[in-house]
């Protein structure tokens, strides 16, 4: 069992920058798992936002590219996502999710946190 807990949404003005953290618990090592971001807006569906895998392997979704770094820290069972010049249709909650597979799909992660509201204003 993975447990996942996401940290660091809230207000922003759109141009500004959040931090968003998740924290890991599982009997299995963290660095055995690759970390997946996502975000769903209000009436849309989920969206992919990246992802980084056990040996540091990089991969963003076209809407946040060049925007959107994602840093894993092993230490500390914690993966961060910094989203850079935010825009209103950032706006969303952010969920992460673990994966034992290197995928992008929704249906590679297993586990899933509860997310966190990020809100971008005009």
């Known amino acids: 069992q993975v447990q996942l807990v996401e940290s660091g949404g809230g207000l922003v003005q759109a141009g500004g920058s959040l931090r968003l953290s998740c924290t890991f618990a599982s009997a299995r090592p963290f660095s055995s798992y690759s970390m997946g971001w996502f975000r769903q807006a209000p009436g849309k569906n989920r969206e992919f936002v990246g992802r980084i895998n056990w040996s540091d392997n990089l991969y963003y979704g076209d809407s946040v590219k060049g925007r959107f770094t994602i840093a894993r820290d092993d230490a500390k069972n914690t993966v961060y996502l910094q989203m850079n010049n935010l825009i209103p249709e950032d706006t969303g909650v952010y969920c992460c999710?673990?994966?034992?597979?290197?995928?992008?799909?929704?249906?590679?992660?297993?586990?899933w946190g509860q997310g966190t509201q990020v809100t971008v204003s005009p």
């Open positions: 999710a673990a994966s034992t597979l290197m995928g992008n799909r929704q249906s590679d992660y297993a586990y």
